[in-house]
């Protein structure tokens, strides 16, 4: 079974989440492709742009492997979960939240 099928086995929100970090992700591949060169080695924003392509990386593996082993009754606790424990920026993770139904009524991690 492949990932798309296993997410696809779960509820719309986790379909909704996963859509939303591969559009993040493409976006910041799109900006470390369009990126002017030369780049130095201490351009930090640069930089940034390749913590954030590695954290999106890591989080969608990480999604996919809680999607494939949720179950209907602990779905929409463990995409919360997964959310807030996400090494993602807070406007990303409150967009999550929201796809995932939760809205604002949930508190920031920290």
């Known amino acids: 079974m492949t ?5 696809s086995g ?3 929100p986790w379909r909704g ?6 559009e993040e992700r493409d976006r910041v591949h799109r900006e470390i492709r369009d990126y002017p060169t030369p780049i130095p080695r201490c351009d930090a924003q640069f930089n940034h ?3 954030q392509r590695d954290s999106l990386a890591r989080e969608l593996q990480r999604f996919d492997a809680s999607a ?3 179950s209907a009754t602990d779905a929409d606790e463990r995409i919360l979960t997964l959310i807030d424990q996400a090494e993602l920026g807070e406007a990303l993770k409150r967009e ?3 796809i995932a139904g939760a809205g604002e009524n949930r508190p ?3």
């Open 3 to 7: 990932t798309n099928d296993q997410v």
């Open 68 to 70: 494939a082993a949720a």
């Open 49 to 51: 742009l390749l913590e």
């Open 17 to 22: 989440v996963r859509s939303r970090l591969l």
């Open 10 to 12: 779960v509820n719309s």
């Open 96 to 98: 999550l939240r929201s």
């Open 108 to 110: 920031a991690s920290r």
